[in-house]
């Protein structure tokens, strides 16, 4: 089925983010975070990106929210094109998209009351009166799962998970259509990670959200997308729904990571698929397919030219020579 503009509400075309490094002896070196990007997040749904730690997902999304400027590409919210977006226009737009941060603890001021954090960005947006604004923030923590009596405390008064919910509500507290969850879950204890994301998914569906869920972890997004974009040194080398890449992953680096994830039915399990060698530097990555030097199906094809995202139906798509034919 062909994805109408209307239900898209992100759209990421040829989008780069390349980092110029300083003059050594052998010249000048560009490291390429993000490389190439092309992908959609349709209304109402969880954008899942998964990858090992320098793969670029951190980066994606702090260009996408306009933390960083993006080498070239463009970036659609709604048809509007960020990248084109400054000043007061870009203010105005960041009301729909926000971000949650990795630690909770870090994001917030450690010298604002709850209450000053939660009221900034009404302030800031002039967003109701003063009785309105208090209202939407006891509103809010109510929702987020936490007493409004919180609000004159201070962050370091509060436990990691509590923090969380903090940020969470920060993030809610414009009324965004799209919000950035960048490892919200990695710095939470196990029992902790299970309420946020179950929070978060209560959240979606009282607030009508679209997620873009970052995370290295493949059994929190297994439990929280629905599709998966997996990413291998700045680049995509797959996508597809969350239950079709668990269940036949196309992309070698794809089965490697679902292999590892841990199994706690009492069915057999998968053979674990160990990945030979270390994460190439981005500084000098692999010619051809970047993970040709990891890959135990390697062929000479994919030492010399790059694979491009191949769509084997509308829903699926993998960068792999294996799949290019088919």
């Given at each position: 089925?062909?994805?109408?503009?209307?239900?898209?509400?992100?759209k990421v075309?040829?989008?780069?983010?390349?980092y110029?490094m300083k003059k050594?002896?052998?010249?000048?070196t560009?490291v390429?975070?993000?490389?190439?990007?092309?992908?959609h997040?349709?209304?109402?749904?969880t954008?899942?990106?998964?990858?090992?730690?320098?793969?670029?997902?951190?980066t994606?999304a702090?260009?996408?929210?306009q933390l960083?400027e993006?080498?070239?590409?463009?970036?659609?919210?709604?048809?509007i094109?960020?990248t084109?977006?400054?000043?007061?226009k870009?203010?105005?737009?960041?009301r729909?998209m926000?971000?949650?941060?990795?630690?909770p603890?870090?994001s917030?001021?450690?010298?604002?009351?709850?209450?000053r954090?939660?009221l900034e960005?009404?302030?800031?947006?002039?967003?109701?009166t003063?009785?309105?604004?208090?209202?939407?923030i006891?509103?809010?923590?109510r929702?987020?799962?936490?007493?409004?009596s919180?609000?004159s405390?201070?962050p370091?008064?509060f436990?990691?998970g509590?923090r969380?919910?903090?940020?969470?509500?920060r993030?809610l507290?414009?009324?965004?259509?799209?919000i950035?969850?960048?490892?919200p879950?990695?710095?939470?204890d196990?029992?902790?990670?299970?309420?946020?994301?179950?929070?978060?998914?209560?959240?979606?569906e009282?607030?009508?959200?679209?997620?873009m869920?970052?995370?290295?972890?493949?059994s929190?997004?297994?439990?929280?997308?629905d599709?998966i974009?997996v990413?291998?040194?700045?680049r995509i080398?797959?996508?597809?729904?969350?239950?079709?890449?668990?269940?036949k992953?196309?992309h070698?680096y794809?089965?490697?990571?679902i292999?590892?994830v841990?199994?706690?039915?009492?069915e057999?399990s998968?053979?674990?698929i160990?990945?030979?060698g270390?994460?190439?530097?981005p500084?000098?990555?692999?010619t051809?397919?970047?993970?040709?030097?990891?890959?135990?199906?390697?062929?000479?094809?994919?030492?010399?030219?790059r694979?491009?995202?191949?769509?084997?139906?509308?829903s699926r798509a993998?960068?792999?020579?294996?799949?290019?034919?088919?």
């Amino acid at each position: 089925m062909k994805i109408e503009d209307h239900e898209v509400i992100l759209k990421v075309n040829d989008l780069k983010k390349y980092y110029p490094m300083k003059k050594n002896k052998a010249g000048s070196t560009v490291v390429k975070a993000v490389d190439n990007v092309n992908f959609h997040i349709k209304k109402g749904e969880t954008l899942g990106i998964v990858g090992e730690s320098g793969c670029g997902k951190s980066t994606l999304a702090k260009v996408i929210i306009q933390l960083l400027e993006a080498t070239e590409g463009d970036i659609l919210l709604e048809g509007i094109p960020l990248t084109d977006c400054k000043g007061t226009k870009l203010k105005e737009i960041r009301r729909s998209m926000q971000m949650i941060f990795q630690d909770p603890y870090a994001s917030l001021n450690p010298r604002w009351t709850v209450e000053r954090t939660l009221l900034e960005p009404l302030i800031v947006h002039k967003i109701g009166t003063k009785d309105e604004r208090k209202k939407i923030i006891k509103n809010i923590m109510r929702d987020v799962g936490l007493d409004e009596s919180y609000l004159s405390r201070y962050p370091h008064e509060f436990s990691g998970g509590q923090r969380q919910r903090i940020g969470i509500a920060r993030a809610l507290v414009l009324n965004p259509k799209l919000i950035i969850a960048d490892e919200p879950v990695s710095a939470l204890d196990i029992s902790v990670q299970a309420q946020i994301l179950n929070l978060l998914k209560d959240l979606q569906e009282e607030y009508d959200l679209t997620y873009m869920f970052i995370t290295h972890d493949l059994s929190v997004v297994q439990y929280i997308a629905d599709r998966i974009m997996v990413m291998y040194l700045g680049r995509i080398v797959e996508i597809g729904s969350t239950e079709t890449i668990f269940s036949k992953p196309l992309h070698p680096y794809t089965e490697a990571l679902i292999s590892a994830v841990p199994q706690v039915t009492e069915e057999k399990s998968k053979e674990r698929i160990i990945i030979k060698g270390d994460l190439p530097s981005p500084t000098s990555p692999p010619t051809g397919c970047h993970f040709h030097t990891r890959c135990p199906f390697v062929m000479d094809k994919c030492k010399i030219e790059r694979p491009e995202l191949h769509f084997t139906n509308e829903s699926r798509a993998v960068a792999c020579h294996l799949h290019s034919l088919q």
